[in-house]
Nanobody, 123 residues
Framework: QVHVEESGGGSVQAGGSLRLSCVAS????????MGWYRQAPGKGHEKVAG????????HYRDSVKGRFTVSRANAKDTVYLQMDSLTPEDTAMYFC????WGDGTWFPRAGYWGQGTRVVVSS
């Protein structure tokens, strides 16, 4: 089994920054990719950023490019999401997920999601 746990959410004013952390533990051998989804109140899940753990390639949704940075820690299966210049539109529950990488993008692996960490950005 794999356990995925996010942390670092909170409340911040527009223009501020937050850094989310994600740690995957358990049977993570062969883990090739970790990424972030978010779900805003009343909306569906949307892909935010992904990181290929094998070669460092990243992929971002257009609305966060230049503001968010996904990176890995020295510790195995640990990634961060640095979020700068936050806007109220970034308010959402953020989920970390293990993923597959292909065709220049990434795809979540079913059943390998964390419980989420909430981000609230006030204007």
């Amino acid at each position: 089994q794999v356990h995925v746990e996010e942390s670092g959410g909170g409340s911040v004013q527009a223009g501020g920054s937050l850094r989310l952390s994600c740690v995957a533990s358990g049977e993570t051998d062969g883990n090739e990719c970790m990424g972030w989804y978010r779900q805003a109140p009343g909306k569906g899940h949307e892909k935010v950023a992904g990181l290929n753990l094998l070669d460092g390639t990243t992929h971002y949704r257009d609305s966060v490019k230049g503001r968010f940075t996904v990176s890995r820690a020295n510790a195995k299966d640990t990634v961060y999401l640095q979020m700068d210049s936050l806007t109220p539109e970034d308010t959402a529950m953020y989920f970390c997920v293990l993923c597959h990488w292909g065709d220049g993008t990434w795809f979540p692996r079913a059943g390998y999601w964390g419980q989420g960490t909430r981000v609230v950005v006030s204007s």
